[in-house]
C-alpha cells in the first residue's frame, strides 16, 4: 500500500538552528500539506501546496517556515531559526484531489528544541 | 469560524459498549467531514467520512450520524474492542482543502 514518509523520526536541535524536515508523498498525489501537532494538543494545520506553491498557510507558518518542492518526490518543510515552542511533531500529509479526497498522512518528525 | 469542537476530551468505555464521541462546527463553507484515528507514535489515519447531503454513513461497527441544520456530526464505534483505544479526531474541510480538525478524544476501551 502506498505511503507517505518522513525523515528524520526524530530531530533534537539548538535554539536558533535551522531545521529540514524531508517527506515523500505519494507518487500520484498532487496537494502536499504540512501539520503539525504539540504534545497533547490537537493537529494543526500549517500550509498546503500545490503546483509547486503555497496555497495555502496558517497564522502559525510565518517567515521563518519555508516549503519546496526540490524534485518530483520529496517535499520539505524549513524552519531556519528554531524557537523552544517550535518543537512537536510535524506531520507531513498528501491527496490527489482538494477538498473532497482523503489526505494520508506521514508517520510524523519528532522536532524537540533545546 | 474555523474551528471544530469536539467532546469529551478523554473517554472510557468497557468493552463491548458503544463509544460516543461528538463534534461542532459554525462554518457552513465545510463540506466534507472526515474522522481521523490516531495511535500512539503514529500518524492520522482516515477511518470514516461523510458530505453534508447526508444524515449517516456506516462501516463495519463505526457510524457517522451529521446533523446538518445543527452544525453537528458524531463518531458512534458499537460493540467498542480494546483494539479500539487510540485518539480519534474530527475534522471539516473548508473549499480550498484546508483540513481543520477538532481537539482530539482519546478513548480507552477496558477489556
Known amino acids: 500500500e502506498p505511503e507517505v514518509t518522513q525523515t528524520p523520526s526524530h530531530q533534537v536541535t539548538q535554539m536558533g538552528q535551522e531545521v529540514i524536515l524531508r517527506c515523500v508523498p505519494i507518487s500520484n498525489h498532487l496537494y502536499f500539506y504540512w501539520y503539525r501537532q504539540i504534545l497533547g494538543q490537537k493537529v494543526e494545520f500549517l500550509v498546503s501546496?500545490?503546483?509547486?506553491?503555497?496555497?495555502?498557510k496558517s497564522e502559525i507558518f510565518d517567515d521563518q517556515f519555508s516549503v519546496e518542492r526540490p524534485d518530483g518526490s520529496n517535499f520539505t518543510l524549513k524552519i531556519r531559526s528554531t524557537k523552544l515552542e517550535d518543537s512537536a511533531m510535524y506531520f507531513c500529509a498528501s491527496s490527489d484531489q482538494v477538498g473532497k479526497g482523503e489526505l494520508f498522512f506521514g508517520e510524523g518528525s519528532r522536532l524537540t528544541v533545546l | 469560524q474555523q474551528q471544530v469542537k469536539q467532546s469529551p476530551q478523554s473517554l472510557i468505555v468497557q468493552k463491548g459498549g458503544i463509544s460516543i464521541i461528538n463534534c461542532a462546527y459554525e462554518n457552513t463553507a465545510f463540506d466534507y467531514f472526515p474522522w481521523y484515528q490516531q495511535f500512539p507514535g503514529k500518524g492520522p489515519a482516515l477511518l470514516i467520512a461523510?458530505?453534508?447531503?447526508?444524515s449517516e454513513k456506516k462501516e463495519g461497527r463505526f457510524t457517522i450520524s451529521f446533523n446538518k441544520s445543527a452544525k453537528q456530526f458524531s463518531l458512534h464505534i458499537m460493540d467498542s474492542q480494546p483494539g479500539d483505544s487510540a485518539t480519534y479526531f474530527c475534522?471539516?474541510?473548508?473549499?480550498?482543502?484546508?483540513?481543520?480538525f477538532g481537539q482530539g478524544t482519546e478513548l480507552s476501551v477496558k477489556p
Open positions: 475534522a471539516a474541510y473548508n473549499q480550498g482543502g484546508k483540513l481543520i
Open positions: 461523510i458530505r453534508p447531503d447526508v
Open positions: 501546496f500545490y503546483n509547486n506553491e503555497i496555497s495555502e
